[in-house]
């Protein structure tokens, strides 16, 4: 059974940095497709960023692209999501899902990862 753990959520001044992690024990991440998803105050939960398993096509949410880099570590078990330029817009709580079989362009739609972490809060403020 598959278990996903986020961190490296916080506060953070508008521009600055943060790197989100997604540990997982259990099983290999890398043999699953892996999303970050966001979930805003009063708004539905969105996906950020995902990787594919096998080849790790990328992608990203128009509103992130040139700020948000996703990647993995297969020795680590680790999906990363470094974020830079942050924005208040930014804010919410960040989960990272799997899934082990999915058509990649839909993994932006949170419906049907098999596996999500616990989240980790992000905080962009002055």
């Known amino acids: 059974q598959l278990q996903l753990a986020e961190s490296g959520g916080g506060l953070v001044e508008p521009g600055g940095s943060l790197t989100l992690s997604c540990t997982a024990s259990?099983?290999?991440?890398?043999?699953?497709?892996i999303g970050w998803f966001r979930r805003a105050p009063g708004e539905e939960r969105e996906g950020v960023s995902c990787i594919n398993n096998g080849d790790d096509t990328t992608y990203y949410k128009d509103s992130v692209k040139g700020r948000f880099t996703i990647s993995r570590d297969n020795g680590k078990n680790t999906v990363y999501l470094q974020m830079n330029n942050l924005r208040p817009e930014d804010t919410a709580v960040y989960y990272c899902a799997a899934d082990l079989v999915r058509v990649f362009r839909t993994c932006h739609i949170p419906f049907g990862y098999d596996y999500w972490g616990q989240g980790t809060q992000v905080t962009v403020s002055s």
């Open positions: 259990g099983s290999t991440l890398g043999d699953y497709i």
